[in-house]
């Protein structure tokens, strides 16, 4: 079981979650509600969550390939439904792939990262169509 602590921060929005590790990430709501952009929105910070699932599974993956990745950057763009709630209809995650590395290779550990492994994907489906793409930089 995963346990994850909330402790509110301000008198308003602001929060840090905390997890078993210690590890913390700061979460707060947009302006327009009475926040104060201290931290990610939790929306944000859930399309972050589906674009760090990926890469580590695209490392992973091209490491087991012997591929020579130097550096990998990703962007996810989501659009969320109009309506309350508003879950994400739909998602890509773009990466950016740095270093000497085979095309075929490429394609075939973003695909099953994002379509097979990534566990943030799956837990946003069947709601959101995830897409990918990549580009491979010298």
């Known amino acids: 079981m995963v346990k994850i602590e909330l402790k509110r921060?301000?008198?308003?929005?602001?929060?840090?979650?905390?997890?078993?590790?210690?590890?913390?990430?700061?979460?707060?709501?947009?302006?327009?509600i009475g926040g104060s952009n201290q931290g990610m929105r939790p929306m944000q910070i859930v399309l972050a969550a589906l674009g760090g699932c990926s890469v580590i599974d695209v490392i992973s993956i091209l490491k087991k390939q012997k591929q020579e990745l130097r550096d990998i950057q990703v962007t996810v763009t989501g659009e969320r439904e109009n309506v309350a709630p508003s879950p994400y209809r739909e998602a890509n995650v773009h990466f950016r792939l740095y270093g000497n590395l085979d095309e075929d290779k490429v394609r075939k550990a973003v695909s099953l990262s994002v379509e097979k492994y990534c566990s943030v994907a799956e837990s946003l489906k069947p709601q959101t169509t995830i897409t990918h793409s990549f580009e491979i930089l010298p």
């Open 9 to 32: 921060l301000n008198d308003a929005f602001h929060m840090e979650a905390t997890n078993e590790q210690g590890s913390t990430l700061h979460m707060d709501a947009s302006p327009d």
